[in-house]
């Protein structure tokens, strides 16, 4: 056999094992893409009853002495209305066969509990419609929106779902009369959270998370780019920053509860920031991201070529100047990643937030970072943990507005790389 | 030790050194790396290392990196608006000694060089000497072309910002200019000076960089192998341009070509393992070489 052949055999082999190994990475790839769709098709299914809202159309009287206010009230009088009263005697005038006190209770639970503040927020916009007659829609109850949304609940029996036959027969009445619907729920991206299902929005978190995220952006990217830029390019290589090295490294993988932890200790017990507030947050997330930004900072510098640097400095160049006028921009787009890299393990952060009171029940929008707020995986983890059904639907909704908050931060940022990529 | 005295000694050390070329010749018996004397004991320098006119002037240099020593006792002059060349094999030193005259291995770490570093009798090792200033006096030229990743315009313009020696706009174009034209660059890049000086050939980036280096008026400026990364038509420009430079500055070019070193310099310095064995007339060295590891190194014998 000559040598020829004996490489051609063993060629063979060879070219299988790079088949086999291109067919199994290409398996591999098409398993993880297989997941993500299913992942996304399941929280868009599950999160679809979210984005709509069943309504009722009620026939409202705005009468003055119902109300219990004077005929020419002013809105602070017409702020403490009856409106519940009034909701109520509108509603049971449209079902004048419910008489019985039992039934009559089961009629008025088709209406949110939030109904009565539509009539009065209706009212005080148009105080001129007080002593007339109005079409008004109103949210339906959480019960009635899942109900109206399944069609599986539709079907069951009495005992297996939560409204009564009944109130299926007063729904059916209302949708015949064209007084039922489904509409669009902005309210869900405009309003605060709530116990009530069909109230509860996710703009207080959303608004939480990106202050949140404002404060440890600014505190951490210029602390983070600071100690990077000291301890690749000033520091002297000795034992002390060997040891703050592996400091570094070890803390960027400490469990984040820790952090949450230390936060309570020093900066809200010792230092007296104000807990639950996303300057708080902000801090905490702020030590966790830290170790990324600087080891992903510091491998960004290391990589700029050193002939860059030598230019400059062989030009008269200070070593500030060498550093900060050349290696730090080239550096830039490596930078900017780690800290999208930090910053986006920070938005998905529940555990260190437990340890600081910002994982509580906020109806507020907060205004500024030492308000009370919630971030979005926090509110993910309360509505998950709730027991109405509706609050499913809410959590994979909540789910989408972060996973969108996450794609746009990144979209940011790579649009900032491609702004600060420069080729040599 | 004092000047003069360093002269006399080093003269003494010339006629020994001599003689011992001689006593190398006699007991060479065959033509190989080794044998042709690589390893051989080098003790002091042949030929002329001090000059009359010295920019500067340097003695008793020993450059260490950590423990290992890669510079023993080199004294040299570089004489005003000269061009002298460093040769020798790789790893003799000729890059790390030049990169001493401007401080450039102050950078890395480890490095620690001694000895009596003199430009206009300044000791540019001074407390008081200030790197930065020392290095838009003495400018460099490295091996590989390394423009920033700017517009050609800002490459040059670099330097004249960083000291402040333009105060307008006016000014400023005024020395890219006539920078790029002493580097000899400026007709081909004359209607793209915004382009990146990146997107250019590696000759033309070369000279991107001298003309950066010229933009702050240095008086020497090192070249550590300028054209070792260079075609034959760009070396042949760069070279060309050398002889011009040679009008206004000093120049020291490190470089592995010796007919290289044949066209563009004056003198000639032959480094070998850390010591400077010989410094002439560059005709000299590459006609007559005093010294017998010279003659083995320029014939080709090893290097």
Known sequence: ?424 | MTRAAVDASAASQTAEAVQEAEAVELVRPQETADTAGIHQEISGTVGTPFSDNAKMSTRHVDVFYGDKQAIFDVSLDIGEKEVIALIGPSGCGKSTYLRTLNRMNDTIPGCRVTGDFQLDDEDIYAKEMDPVLLRARVGMVFQKPNPFPKSIYDNVAYGPRLHGFASNRAELDEIVVSSLQRAGLFEEVKDRLNVPGTGLSGGQQQRLCIARTIAVSPEVILMDEPASALDPIATATIEELIDELRENYTIAIVTHSMQQAARVSQRTAYFHLGKLVEVGETNQIFTNPAHQLTENYITGRFG
């Open chain 1, 1 to 424: 056999m000559n040598k020829t052949e004996q490489v051609r055999r063993s060629l063979k082999k060879r070219h299988r094992q790079e088949r086999r190994f291109i067919l199994l990475g290409k398996l591999a790839v098409l398993i993880a893409l297989l997941f993500l769709a299913f992942l996304l098709a399941d929280i868009f299914i599950k999160a679809w009853p979210a984005f709509k809202q069943t309504w009722i159309q009620l026939e409202i009287s705005y009468d003055a002495e119902k109300l219990g206010v004077d005929a020419a009230a002013d809105q602070k009088a017409l702020k403490q209305g009856n409106y519940r009263g009034v909701l109520k005697k509108s509603l049971y005038a449209m079902f004048p066969d419910v008489t019985e006190r039992r039934d009559k209770k089961a009629l008025f639970k088709l209406l949110s509990s939030g109904a009565e503040y539509r009539l009065r927020d209706s009212l005080l916009a148009q105080p001129e419609m007080l002593g007339t007659r109005q079409q008004i829609w109103v949210l339906a109850d959480d019960d009635i929106d899942s109900y109206i949304k399944s069609a599986s609940l539709r079907d069951a029996d009495q005992s297996d779902r939560r409204i009564k036959d009944n109130q299926v027969a007063w729904l059916d009445r209302l949708e015949e009369q064209g007084r039922l619907e489904t509409k669009w729920n902005w309210s869900f991206l405009t309003s605060s959270d709530s116990r009530e299902p069909e109230l509860a929005g996710i703009a207080g978190a959303l608004k939480g998370t990106f202050l949140t995220i404002l404060v440890t952006l600014a505190l951490s990217f210029p602390l983070g780019l600071a100690a990077a830029v000291y301890l690749e390019e000033f520091a002297p290589q000795n034992r002390w920053t060997d040891i703050i090295e592996i400091n570094v490294n070890n803390l960027a993988a400490v469990p984040s509860i820790v952090f949450g932890l230390l936060g309570l200790a020093v900066f809200i017990s010792f230092f007296g920031v104000p807990r639950s507030a996303p300057l708080v947050g902000g801090m905490v997330l702020t030590l966790m991201t830290l170790p990324t930004i600087i080891i992903a900072s510091r491998a960004a510098l290391k990589s700029v070529p050193p002939s860059i640097k030598d230019a400059a400095l062989a030009m008269g160049a200070s070593k500030v100047q060498a550093v900060f006028q050349h290696a730090v921009p080239l550096a830039m787009p490596g930078i900017l990643t780690g800290t999208i890299i930090g910053m986006a393990q920070a938005l998905g952060e529940t555990a260190p937030l437990l340890m600081i009171g910002m994982v509580a029940f906020i109806v507020d929008i907060p205004q500024g970072i030492t308000d009370s707020a919630t971030v979005l995986p926090v509110q993910i983890y309360l509505w998950a943990d709730s027991p109405e059904r509706a609050f499913m639907a809410k959590t994979s909704a909540a789910i989408i507005v972060l996973l969108l908050f996450l794609i746009t931060m990144n979209l940011l940022a790579v649009i900032l790389r491609k702004k600060f990529e420069r080729k040599w």
